[in-house]
């Protein structure tokens, strides 16, 4: 078992930046790629960027170009850097791990953190 937590959600005007952070606990050895997840009022949870073990990494369309996802395998840590965002980003922002040999619905969630932009 994994164990998530986040830090870094706020409130940013349109435009303006945020980093979001994520350190992972447990069994971190199993784990195989990191991400970032949201949820908005009234949407379903939808990807936003995973990262994987050897480092390659996939966004969603409407965030390419703005956000960057990184991870620090040694510190089990893994980031989203959140640039040029617009009120469309306003989300609960979830961070997950995914084991090796499974799937995300079969890892690990952290407790979503609050991001909302002003416009």
């Known amino acids: 078992q994994v164990q998530l937590v986040e830090s870094g959600g706020g409130l940013v005007q349109a435009g303006g930046s945020l980093r979001l952070s994520c350190a992972a606990s447990?069994?971190?050895?199993?784990?195989?790629?990191m991400g970032w997840y949201r949820q908005a009022p009234g949407k379903q949870r939808e990807l936003v960027a995973t990262?994987?073990?050897?480092?390659?990494?996939t966004y969603a369309d409407s965030v390419k170009g703005r956000f960057s996802i990184s991870r620090d395998s040694a510190k089990n840590t893994v980031s989203l850097q959140m640039n040029s965002l617009k009120p469309e980003d306003t989300a609960v922002y979830y961070c997950?791990?995914?084991?090796?040999?499974?799937?995300?619905?079969?890892?690990?969630w952290g407790q979503g953190t609050q991001v909302t932009v002003s416009s």
């Open positions: 990262i994987h073990s050897g480092g390659t990494t």
């Open positions: 447990g069994s971190t050895r199993n784990i195989y790629a």
């Open positions: 997950a791990v995914r084991p090796y040999y499974t799937d995300w619905s079969r890892g690990s």
